[in-house]
């Protein structure tokens, strides 16, 4: 079983910073896609940013490109997800989601993932 846990939610002003983290079990972990979503009150859960898993290909919504940074330590089984000159419509809570072989569909789309974290809440304050 895999499991997922995200932490490093939290307030901040905007134009602060936050890193979130996704630790993920299984010994299988470097073979995993691994990506982040959003979900605003009342909207549907966005896609944010994806690592693949040779780390060499990396993927953004147009909205964070420039401001969020997305890598992954193999050794650890860990994805983080540093988040700079944050704004308050980056404020939703953050799944973090893995996709194992065979890989089927869009980086984008949530439906590609087989498995997802709880989510941690980020809130950024005007």
């Known amino acids: 079983q895999v499991q997922l846990v995200e932490s490093g939610g939290g307030l901040v002003q905007a134009g602060g910073s936050l890193r979130l983290s996704c630790a993920v079990s299984?010994?299988?972990?470097?073979?995993?896609?691994v990506g982040w979503f959003r979900q605003a009150p009342g909207k549907e859960r966005d896609f944010v940013a994806a690592i693949g898993w040779t780390a060499g290909a990396t993927y953004y919504v147009d909205s964070v490109k420039g401001r969020f940074t997305i890598s992954r330590d193999n050794a650890k089984n860990t994805v983080h997800l540093q988040m700079n000159s944050l704004k308050p419509e980056d404020t939703a809570v953050y799944y973090c989601a893995a996709d194992r072989p065979p890989y089927t569909g869009s980086v984008y789309s949530a439906g590609r993932y087989d498995y997802w974290g709880q989510g941690t809440q980020v809130t950024v304050s005007s």
């Open positions: 299984g010994r299988t972990f470097r073979q995993y896609t």
